[in-house]
């Protein structure tokens, strides 16, 4: 958790150019300060299992009480340790830890790893101790993982540089996915089932307190590492969204799907905000938008993260949406369907041709239709269904095949085997199965599948859930990829939350303007019965009372609307004076503000939080009950393209509302909506040194071809910024 | 799937008397008709199965080509089995089926399994032979399950009368979970990968086409089964639903929680009708309502379902939804209370007592909130993780607690299995186990665990995902009982869909009201300038079209709103009249309506639905766009109770516009809406031999207190029946 971090520091991280990942995963030589000659403590562990995993370079115990460790020369100090040294793992006191970082730095190290505890996770004192770690390193040109972290494994080149249950699973063997865990226990717990199911990993980093080196720069490393397919992080924060953004952009240009499992997705929101905007939005909103923006797969158990994992072993390129099913089972084709359905893909029709070819092999009571059953019939003749295999494998509206097996067990599973890795060997498209024979009674079967990169899930919803999830993946890449989130050398945002100053609406509407969001034709009504402007408005009108003390006019009167006259509104305005000296006396008033009133407008709310993590954010909902009683709100990590904005509008519950119209309502005008989000997004970016909230509530959608248009503003600025 | 099959045959099962089960499940001895003396085939398989399971009765083959099979005597015929024989597995052609039903009655046989296909499922000479059977089956007084089915497995009684892959599966050890598939491949994997995982089984069977016993009847039957402790469901369609949902009531009431895995959730509606309701709702939407009135845990995976079997596999009542967690990980914390409260459970505090003994056993920087995270500080001193344990299991807040392990292995384990399994002994409240050690690492601790029958899943979120979805089930069954849906004697519904008669709207509300359903203050507007009746209404008004011919009176101009006045009202319905002329002109005229304006009410939508599987079922929605966009509408089978009332309305995603009142707006009668609710209940399930659809549409919610006003309706009855 590293929520308490000042912010600058990761802003300076994101800042850095990306470590040599070489010498960290592959390093020539390993230092343990702190070793420890009993191999079942801390300082002992990473020895024993360095050696267990067969390390082949050099290891350097460092301890004075020693002189040999588990056959190992022991190092008095650091500076003693001869030939070539990358890396050390320290595992000694807390407050030792610094000075053995800059001892590190002059012997040439240049990265640690810190398994120590005590630091900020332990209370002020930690903290500083933290802070001192951070100066050494940053002046010894050393790179920290941790501290507080359970350490790295690096499976290629064999570093176990890890403490607890994990250090004993040296037999691990390499593969081409690569992790990230803010919590080391849950993260190596998750690589330990998944290993059990045959997935193999590469880079796996427990990565702690994050005083130095950061989730976002590991994520950014690994993009580059060419051994490593595809990435899964354990995150529960970071400092810098937009960092994080970044680093998933570059693994998605590297063709590297990322796969984020977000803990703490029900903590509350308690944000102390003016605005509606900023009020409705959690943490969790705004990492939503974020990895909807990065192209980020999110994962909520470690079954599902199996599965992607599994599906992406095959290491075929990710195939489309549009899946078939070959099922012996019509229960397993009806849940397949079922599940790859409600995660996006489409179970298209197979063409007359094929329809065709598969009732002149298939018996009479088979199912052809997508999803094919061809039944039990499969323990009579599998040479019908090697023949539907390659039938529905051939048709052109097909992207993918799951082959959903059953139990199927001995000599007829061996059979399906051959047939279905030969079809595999043929096409070019993928071929997923869903098969739950106990490996005892089909183990041909399973190696010839296994050698064949064929990938196995056990049932058939779970091959529909992650067939479907890597599908829409790929088309959510190839979105995200040209619309970009801009990220600043200095991080999210420096907006200062302190010192707010309100501007009034007419300030604020002044403002929409100069960044072109249409604002309502406005007048000031001046009390000395000069009331020009309002004579050339078309009333309807509405009055609101200006002043920057009243953020919420309406609750104290100051809003008076359907006003039809010119002498309707002297009087209301007469009455509206009354109430607000009444209810707010202390405020000080700018005056009258008179609308024209939208009468053909949909109410939308577009707002702006400008979060300390993820910086300027556009907020998108329809008016009132859609927004707080149905939350059905939708968020941008801003500035973003047009494309983004109108994915933001589909993204509603309610964007049917919009788009096909509704009880008689014509469609909006969705287009303008658009461009106002983009101008919003563009406004909230230019200004995200200033600007802590907006609220654009209502903006009026009207019908399509008339645009939108801002009826009401809020604006919050940092106290100490110049008007605008 | 059984769509095809006439619905008068699911009714006529379901008023029969339960059937003896034991004879079913334990019989004394069994006929395999069709014997084979080759074993792999389907004749020779449940030969095969039920020797290698060591079933302890007579199997009698029965074939006349043999005179042994497998050291046992084959019959010629099933008149000549001696001894006791209680059921037939019968593997003999289509056609060959009845007349061997014929004997086995004769023979004093009371179950038969037929296993052979080539019935319904086959086309219309197969629907014959089915009739066939049916018939001979009632003749013989033979109950019989299938045709087309995979068979039954009885693990306490080794009867394996199945075929396939599941035929091998003999070594298979009873328990206490039975279950029941509308798919034998499927159904009979998902046993196959639950036996993996240690779960237990008692009654398993393949229903098949449910041409005699149907999934409801043996839910029946298991619910009344001594050593059935919960059931399972693969459906993917009922003829009569009112027959499932008694059944699972049964099972309730037994204190047996039903789990039911529905596939088939994203076929097509497609009913053709004039009611808003019915265009709405979909199959799936109906089988919901039911799952939710019946108690029934609706289940969407293998290893959702797998999870929940190992929790009740405790043997411990399921405990209430305030849960603790104590981890050695913060991320297994974290992510245990995401899944947790997702999934309707709470982590409460813990009391100031708990936390003070937790800081006084704990290291500084370990969490004792709920979640507690004692940290790796495990593998330094295990004595503070026994300590945690007892000092959170005594804590008064809390129902149950999940121990979170991650990978711990080897002695820690065992230690902490020794201090979890001592802890269990001494508490009643339930422990779980998120633990992922292998098992060669931890053998010892595994079966320590084993023994004291605590359960353990993989991993944290499945921890959390299932305790929390038992304990939300606990609520649901404390609701569901008091409450039961009354089942007819006659099934469902019997409103024929053909001749249909739609009522104007002076009948509909008349109907209406003689259910006790308020509906607006109306009067007649006579023509002939005497429109006496119309001058004692509050204005303003609406004016509206009375035809049965006219079912939506806005499209053809029929409706005015907001007349302020008898003179602006006879001119509006002049214009209205020509509007209705020029484009309804074929229909006939029966006068106009006028009705007080109801100014104070929040629009909903009323329905009824008369299903041919689940009888009248009512809707309840928020107007327009609530319902036609959001989709936001929940369903009951009527009729039912004022608690079920309420919980529609709270079920509502908008329910808080109801309840909370928002922008201004009062909160809403929502007790008079529960009322009348439960009154349309009534009333559906009164007229449900006539009632084909109903909708009131607007039903008027006014502030608390005013009441709810049915402001229009439209009822269509079957065209048989007198008028109402």
């Known amino acids: 958790m590293n929520a308490e971090l000042p912010l600058a520091q990761g802003w300076m991280n994101a800042a850095r150019t990306p470590f040599d990942a070489e010498a960290l995963f592959n390093p020539r030589g390993i230092a343990v300060i702190g070793a420890s000659a009993n191999l079942s403590r801390i300082g002992g562990q990473p020895i024993r299992a360095l050696l267990d995993a067969g390390y082949a370079g050099h290891i350097h115990p460092v301890n004075p009480k020693y002189t040999e460790i588990a056959g190992l020369r022991c190092h008095r100090q650091v500076a003693d340790i001869e030939g070539p040294c990358d890396l050390a793992i320290i595992a000694i006191p807390a407050a030792l830890v610094p000075e053995s970082i800059t001892a590190c730095g002059r012997a040439g190290i240049r990265f640690a790893i810190v398994l120590s505890g005590g630091f900020r996770e332990a209370g002020e004192a930690g ?34 540089a890890v403490f607890g249950a994990i250090s004993h699973e040296t037999r691990m063997q390499p593969g081409a996915i690569s992790m990230v865990f803010q919590s080391g226990g849950f993260g190596f717990a998750i690589m330990t089932l998944c290993d059990a199911l045959g997935i193999r990993f590469r880079h796996c980093v427990s990565i702690g307190n994050e005083a130095d080196i950061t989730t976002p720069e590991l994520v950014a490393a690994l993009a580059l590492d060419t051994g490593t397919r595809a990435i899964f992080l354990y995150l529960e924060g970071v400092r810098d969204g937009r960092a994080l953004i970044a680093a998933a952009h570059g693994a998605l240009a590297a063709g590297k799907p990322v796969i984020v499992w977000k803990g703490g ?9 003016a605005s509606h905007t900023a009020n409705m939005t959690g943490q969790y909103d705004l990492y939503r938008a974020a990895f909807r923006q990065a192209g980020m797969i999110e994962a909520r158990s470690v079954d599902e993260i199996a599965d992607l994992f599994t599906v992406l072993s095959s290491g075929r390129p990710i195939a489309g949406g549009n899946m ?22 489409r179970l298209p029709a197979f063409t007359d041709q094929t329809l065709e070819k598969l009732r002149a092999v298939l018996p009479a009571f088979a199912s052809t239709a997508n999803p094919v059953d061809i039944t039990a019939d499969i323990f009579n003749d599998i040479s ?60 041909e079967a399973y190696e010839r599948l296994e050698t064949a990169l064929i990938p196995i899930l056990p049932s058939p919803e779970r091959v529909g859930a992650a067939a479907a999830t890597l599908a829409r993946h790929a088309d959510a890449a190839r979105f995200a990829l040209p619309n970009l989130v801009r990220a600043s050398e200095h991080g999210a945002a420096r907006a200062i939350h302190r010192g707010r100053r309100t501007l009034n609406e007419i300030d604020a509407k002044r403002l929409l303007g100069r960044f072109g969001i249409p604002v309502t034709n406005d007048a000031i009504f001046a009390a000395a019965g000069d009331s020009a402007d309002c004579e050339n408005l078309s009333y309807p009108v509405v009055a609101k009372i200006v002043s920057a003390d009243i953020p919420h006019k309406s609750d104290v009167g100051g809003v008076i609307t359907n006003l039809p006259s010119l002498e309707a509104l002297r009087r209301g305005i007469g009455e509206m004076m009354a109430a607000v000296q009444r209810n707010a006396p202390a405020a000080h008033i700018d005056g009258v503000l008179v609308s024209e009133m939208v009468t053909d407008g949909t109410e939308a709310i577009v707002g702006v939080v400008n979060d300390a993590v ?20 939708t968020y941008r990590v801003a500035p973003f393209t047009i494309e983004v904005a109108h994915a933001m509008i589909i993204e509603l519950r309610a964007h049917k509302l919009l788009t096909d ?64």
Chains 1, 2 share one sequence.
Request: include cysteine; aromatic fraction near 4%.
């Open 127 to 160: 903290k500083t101790i933290e802070a001192r770690l951070l100066a050494a390193a940053r002046e010894a040109g050393v790179r920290v993982i941790g501290p507080n972290c359970q350490g790295l494994i690096s499976t290629s080149s064999r570093v176990f």
């Open 265 to 273: 997705k029900t903590e509350a929101g308690n944000r102390a905000a």
């Open 324 to 345: 078939a099913a070959l099922a012996i089972s019509g229960g397993a084709g009806v849940v397949f369907a079922d599940a790859a359905i409600a995660h996006g893909a």
């Open 384 to 443: 019908r269904f090697t023949a539907a295999l390659e039938i529905v494998l051939a048709d052109p509206n097909i992207d993918q095949l799951a082959i959903l097996l059953a139990s199927l067990p001995g000599k007829l599973a061996l059979e399906a085997a051959n047939a279905i890795a030969t079809a595999q060997e043929q096409s070019a498209k993928p071929i997923v199965l869903a098969w739950s024979a106990r490996r005892a009674r089909a183990t």
């Open 614 to 633: 993820f910086g300027p954010t556009v907020a998108l909902g329809l008016g009132g009950i859609f927004t707080e009683i149905l939350r059905d709100i």
């Open 661 to 724: 119209g509704a009880r008689g309502i014509a469609p909006r005008d969705t287009e303008a909506l658009a461009n106002t989000l983009v101008r919003v997004s563009e406004m909230a970016w230019r200004l995200r040194d200033s600007l802590v909230e907006l609220d654009i509530n209502p903006l009026f959608i009207r019908p399509a071809g008339k645009g939108v248009i801002a009826a009401d503003c809020l604006i919050t600025l940092n106290g100490e910024m110049a008007p605008p």
